[in-house]
C-alpha cells in the first residue's frame, strides 16, 4: 500500500494544493485539492464535497455530456486550458482570478478518500460541515466559505445548511434536490429506479481503491481513485448496498428524514437555480427550497436545455460570481438589486425569454381548472354534467384529456395539480401524470429535458395508496402527502386524489393544445429514441434515466388490475394549471399633483 502525499504545484495561473488532508470528527483522512490565487493573501472559499473523483476531468468521465455541451455552448471551454473541468463543479481557471480559492474534497469512500460510502447520510453531511470549518480556519482563507454545484453538489448543501456551519456565508444549489424522499428516491409513494442505476454507473466506477480499474487524471497521472487498490470484495463492503437500503424504506421514515433538509435552520443567503426540464430529479427541491428555507436573503433563477450546461455558461457563471463577489467578497456588484426570481420563459423550439418576477408563484396567476370530460376526453374550463366511468389497463398507457385548440397565446408557469376520483380491481394503483403540448392537429411538441431529449411539459406521479395529505403543508396548487402509511384500496371504492405535477413553464400558442394523459406507466416520447448518454444505462425515451420499473415495488398481482375513473355527481376531476397573464405595463412615470 502506498499513501497520497501532499504536493503543491504553480500553474496555469494558479498555486494547487493536490491532495490536501482533511481530518474527519472520527479520525479518518479525506482529501481535497485547493486552486488558490498565487499571491499570497486572505481570499473567500468556493467549496464542493461529492463522490464524483476530484481528479477525473469532464472530458474522461463523461464524454458525450462535454461533447454536447462544448459544441453547443463555445463559451463554456473559452478562456480556459479545460484541464481542470470536472463533472458538476466549478472550473478554478475561470473563479481563482477573481481572487477566490476553490476547494474540491472527495467524498468519504470515492476518488482519493477512503472509508464507506453512505449517500447523503449524516455521516456523510457531518463530514460536508467539517470540510467547511477546516476551509474558513486556513491561513489563505478570509473565514467566508460558499457552496457550489450541481446536483449532487447542490443537493449536499441544503442538507449541511441545515447544520449551520459558522464559516458558511452563502449557498449556490444548480439544479439540485432537496426531499431525499419525495424529489429523489420515490414520486408520489412511487419508487424510482435511478439511483440504483446511477450508483453503478457514476459511483462505483471512481470509488477509492479501484486503482487501475479506474481512470488517471489528465493533470498530473495520478490515479483518480486513490493509491490503493482493493479487491472487489474489499470495494463491495467499503459501501452501502444502496438499492436495496431505499427499497426497505418504501413510506418517508428517519431513513429519509435525516437524509433531507430541515428548512426551518436554513438561514445562510441562498441562490436556487433550477432547470424546467429536469422532471425526476432536479426542478422540485430548488422551487421548494426557495419557498420554504428560512433565509432572509434568497433567490430563484430557472431555466432550461440540458441539466449541466448553464452552469458552465457565462450566463450561469456570471450570475453565480455576483453573487458570491456579493456575499463572500463584499463587493457592490448589483446583486442587492438582483430580482428575487428570474424566470427563463420557455416557448416551444428552445426560445427562451428572460423575465424577472417578485416571488414564487406568481402573485397573478390565474389559478383555472381544466375539466377532464369523459364524453370527448376533452379539457374544458365548464364543469361536465352526467355521471360516467372511464376504465384503462392499470399498467397501461391510459387515457389523454385534450383541450381545443387555444383562441390565444397562453402561458402556463408554475406548479399544478390534478384532482381525480379513482377506484382500482385490485388493492393499489400508480398513477403517472403528464402535462403536454400539441400542434392543433394533434402532433406532440416536446422540449430539450435536462437529460432527455424528448420531454414533456411537465410530470406527477401518486401511487393511491399514498393519497394522505398533509392539510399544514398542502396548498390547491401543491398538494403534499404525508407518505407515512399505507392505505390500500378495497375493490370498487373510489377514492379522492390529488396529485402534485411539477412546476414547469411553456407559452402555448394559438391554435395548440393542451394535454393531460394519465397513465399507468412512465411517459414515452412517440416520436424515436433519444440515443444514449456514457453515464446511463437506459435509452433516453422521454423521461430520461428517472423510470419506475422496479417490479419487486410494483408487482404485477397488485397493480395490474383495471384503474377506473369516476365523474358526475360530487366527483367533478379537474386540472389546475396556473394560467400567467402578460405583466402590467408600468404605469405611466407622470404623477398627477393635489
Given at each position: 500500500?502506498?499513501?497520497?502525499q501532499q504536493r ?10 493536490f491532495d490536501v488532508p ?6 479518518l483522512?479525506?482529501?481535497?485539492d ?7 493573501g486572505?481570499y ?6 461529492g ?27 473559452a478562456?480556459?486550458s479545460?484541464?481542470y ?16 480559492v ?5 467524498s468519504r ?5 477512503p472509508g ?5 447520510s449524516p455521516r ?23 457552496l ?31 426531499d ?5 428516491t420515490?414520486?408520489?409513494?412511487i419508487?424510482s ?15 477509492y481503491?479501484a486503482?487501475?480499474?479506474?481512470k488517471?487524471?489528465r493533470?498530473h497521472?495520478?490515479?483518480v481513485c486513490?493509491?490503493?487498490t ?6 463491495t463492503?467499503n ?10 424504506h418504501?413510506?418517508?421514515d ?7 433538509p430541515v ?6 443567503p441562498?441562490?436556487?437555480a433550477a432547470?424546467w ?9 430548488n422551487?421548494e427550497?426557495?419557498v420554504?428555507?428560512a433565509?432572509k436573503?434568497k ?6 436545455i440540458e441539466?449541466?450546461t448553464?452552469?458552465?455558461?457565462d ?9 458570491f ?8 456588484t448589483?446583486w442587492?438589486r ?9 416557448h416551444?423550439?428552445e426560445?427562451?425569454v428572460?423575465?424577472a418576477e ?5 402573485k397573478r ?8 370530460d ?5 379539457l374544458?374550463t ?6 360516467a ?39 393499489d ?14 402532433k ?7 437529460i432527455d431529449?424528448?420531454?414533456p411539459v411537465a410530470q406527477g ?7 394522505k ?5 398542502s396548498?390547491?396548487y ?14 370498487g371504492e ?6 402534485e405535477i411539477w412546476?414547469?413553464?411553456?407559452v ?27 453515464n446511463?444505462?437506459?435509452e433516453?425515451t422521454?423521461c430520461g434515466?428517472?423510470?419506475h420499473n ?9 397493480f395490474n ?14 386540472l ?5 397573464p ?13
Amino acid at each position: 500500500m502506498s499513501s497520497l502525499q501532499q504536493r503543491t504545484e504553480v500553474r496555469d495561473g494558479m498555486r494547487i494544493d493536490f491532495d490536501v488532508p482533511i481530518i474527519m470528527d472520527d479520525g479518518l483522512v479525506l482529501r481535497a485539492d485547493v486552486f488558490r490565487p498565487v499571491k499570497d493573501g486572505k481570499y473567500p472559499v468556493i467549496l464542493s464535497y461529492g463522490p464524483y473523483a476530484k481528479n477525473l476531468a469532464f472530458q474522461d468521465g463523461y464524454p458525450s455530456a462535454w461533447q454536447r455541451m462544448t459544441t453547443k455552448h463555445p463559451d463554456v471551454t473559452a478562456g480556459s486550458s479545460n484541464l481542470y473541468q470536472s463533472w458538476e463543479v466549478v472550473d478554478p481557471e475561470k473563479w481563482v482570478p477573481h481572487d477566490y480559492v476553490c476547494v474540491r474534497v472527495d467524498s468519504r469512500g470515492a476518488g482519493c478518500s477512503p472509508g464507506f460510502i453512505d449517500h447523503f447520510s449524516p455521516r456523510e453531511t457531518k463530514d460536508y460541515y467539517d470540510c467547511i470549518e477546516w476551509a474558513g480556519v486556513q491561513p489563505w482563507s478570509n473565514g467566508k466559505v460558499g457552496l457550489n454545484g450541481i446536483s449532487y453538489y447542490g443537493i449536499n448543501q441544503w442538507h449541511v445548511a441545515s447544520l449551520q456551519p459558522p464559516h458558511l456565508a452563502a449557498i449556490c444549489i444548480w439544479e439540485g434536490a432537496a426531499d431525499w424522499y419525495r424529489d429523489m428516491t420515490h414520486h408520489g409513494g412511487i419508487l424510482s429506479t435511478f439511483w440504483e442505476n446511477w450508483y453503478d454507473m457514476q459511483v462505483k466506477t471512481v470509488q477509492y481503491g479501484a486503482g487501475e480499474r479506474g481512470k488517471r487524471s489528465r493533470v498530473h497521472g495520478q490515479l483518480v481513485c486513490g493509491p490503493e487498490t482493493l479487491s472487489e470484495d474489499e470495494l463491495t463492503r467499503n459501501r452501502a448496498n444502496f438499492g436495496d437500503d431505499i427499497r426497505a424504506h418504501p413510506l418517508d421514515d428517519e431513513y429519509h428524514k435525516a437524509r433531507s433538509p430541515v428548512w426551518s435552520k436554513i438561514k445562510v443567503p441562498t441562490f436556487s437555480a433550477a432547470n424546467w426540464g429536469g422532471q425526476g430529479l432536479h426542478p422540485r427541491g430548488n422551487f421548494e427550497g426557495f419557498v420554504r428555507a428560512a433565509s432572509k436573503d434568497k433567490w430563484l433563477e430557472a431555466h432550461g436545455i440540458e441539466h449541466w450546461t448553464h452552469f458552465y455558461t457565462d450566463y450561469g457563471r456570471e450570475q453565480q460570481r455576483r453573487f458570491f463577489d456579493y456575499f463572500l467578497h463584499g463587493k457592490d456588484t448589483g446583486w442587492s438589486r438582483q430580482p428575487k426570481v428570474l424566470l427563463q420563459i420557455r416557448h416551444p423550439g428552445e426560445k427562451f425569454v428572460a423575465r424577472a418576477e417578485s416571488e414564487w408563484p406568481l402573485k397573478r396567476t390565474k389559478w383555472t381548472k381544466f375539466y377532464l370530460d369523459p364524453r370527448n376526453h376533452g379539457l374544458t374550463t365548464k364543469k361536465p354534467s352526467g355521471r360516467a366511468q372511464l376504465k384503462f389497463a392499470a399498467m397501461g398507457d391510459g387515457l389523454t384529456f385534450l383541450t381545443p385548440p387555444l383562441e390565444a397565446e397562453t402561458e402556463i408557469t408554475g406548479p399544478s395539480a390534478l384532482k381525480l376520483f379513482a377506484s382500482s380491481s385490485t388493492k393499489d394503483a400508480d398513477f403517472f401524470i403528464v402535462l403536454r403540448v400539441f400542434t392543433g392537429d394533434i402532433k406532440e411538441i416536446v422540449f430539450q429535458g435536462a437529460i432527455d431529449p424528448h420531454t414533456p411539459v411537465a410530470q406527477g406521479w401518486l401511487r393511491a395508496s399514498h393519497r394522505k395529505l398533509d392539510p399544514k403543508l398542502s396548498t390547491p396548487y401543491r398538494p403534499y402527502h404525508t407518505h407515512d402509511r399505507i392505505q390500500h384500496l378495497k375493490k370498487g371504492e373510489v377514492v379522492q386524489l390529488d396529485i402534485e405535477i411539477w412546476p414547469t413553464s411553456i407559452v402555448v400558442p394559438a391554435g395548440h393544445r393542451v394535454a393531460l394523459s394519465i397513465r399507468g406507466k412512465d411517459y414515452e416520447y412517440g416520436g424515436g429514441s433519444g440515443g444514449k448518454l456514457s453515464n446511463f444505462k437506459n435509452e433516453l425515451t422521454g423521461c430520461g434515466p428517472f423510470l419506475h420499473n422496479d417490479p419487486a415495488d410494483r408487482p404485477m398481482k397488485t397493480f395490474n388490475g383495471m384503474t377506473t375513473l369516476h365523474f358526475g355527481g360530487a366527483r367533478s376531476p379537474y386540472l389546475l394549471l396556473p394560467i400567467v397573464p402578460p405583466k402590467k405595463r408600468a404605469a405611466s412615470a407622470r404623477t398627477k399633483r393635489t
